[in-house]
């Protein structure tokens, strides 16, 4: 069975440009999870998709980061215009749905970003 | 205070060594931790999930005490294959966030 995968697997833009990163879930799993580490910093939450719907993005560190899942399959975030600060790892992440029960997040292999 | 709190290390240990990881969280609603592995420039990669009767698996074992708000991994017979960082990550109320530490790096050597 195919894992979480990530596009690009790297990308180096230059500040004010937009990036855009794509993750496809896990086959079959309507969460999906997206998060970022930061240099020198912890992996941290950025927001969550139930299906299409946006379960929790309080993690969002601003409105320059735009997020979706139409049609519940892949997601797609958005970052416009990017910022150096922006410069990281970007995880996504999906896990399976059923009544209760905290089911285990499998992680895709990360975007590197780098604004210059 | 951060939200999960690790010692970053480096734990350098030879081949074959027992060594512990300990981690404390603030938040007493967290519902559910796991230990995650991760290897330099890879993703995360769930290790073990963390009861609070403890639980083992192979050479790891892992710890919880709700009172004191602390999780230790303990890994015996220390494999080179073991060098890695240690994630120790608490699953928020409501089933849903990840929150992580900052990892604890461990270098096994022959």
């Known amino acids: 069975e195919a894992g979480v995968t990530q596009f690009p697997s790297h990308s180096v833009i230059e500040k004010g440009q937009t990036v855009t990163l794509r993750c496809d879930p896990i086959?079959?799993?309507?969460?999906l999870y997206w998060y970022r580490r930061v240099m020198g910093k912890e992996i941290k939450f950025l927001l969550h998709?139930?299906?299409?719907?946006?379960?929790?993005e309080s993690g969002m560190p601003n409105n320059r980061f735009l997020a979706e899942r139409t049609g519940g399959t892949y997601s797609t975030l958005k970052v416009q215009p990017a910022e150096l600060e922006d410069s990281g790892v970007y995880f996504c992440?999906?896990?399976?749905?059923?009544?209760?029960?905290?089911?285990?997040?499998?992680f895709g292999p990360g975007t590197r970003l780098l604004v210059l | 205070r951060k939200e999960v709190e690790q010692d970053p290390g480096p734990f350098n240990v030879p081949e074959g060594a027992t060594v512990a990881f300990n981690c404390t969280y603030s938040?007493?609603?967290?519902?559910?931790f796991f230990w995650y592995r991760q290897d330099c420039r890879k993703e995360p990669k769930l290790l073990m999930s963390?009861?609070?009767s403890g639980n083992e698996d192979g050479r790891f074992t892992a710890q919880l005490n709700r009172a004191s708000q602390y999780i230790s991994l303990l890994i015996r017979d220390s494999k080179l294959s073991d060098s890695a960082t240690y994630l120790c990550?608490?699953?928020?109320?409501?089933?849903?966030?990840?929150?992580f530490g900052k990892g604890t790096m461990l270098l096994v050597s022959p």
């Open positions: 938040n007493s609603a967290s519902q559910s």
């Open positions: 998709f139930v299906k299409e719907s946006k379960q929790d």
């Open positions: 990550v608490v699953l928020n109320s409501g089933y849903s966030t990840l929150t």
């Open positions: 992440a999906s896990s399976q749905a059923s009544g209760g029960g905290p089911w285990t997040q499998y």
């Open positions: 963390v009861y609070s």
């Open positions: 086959s079959g799993h309507d969460n």
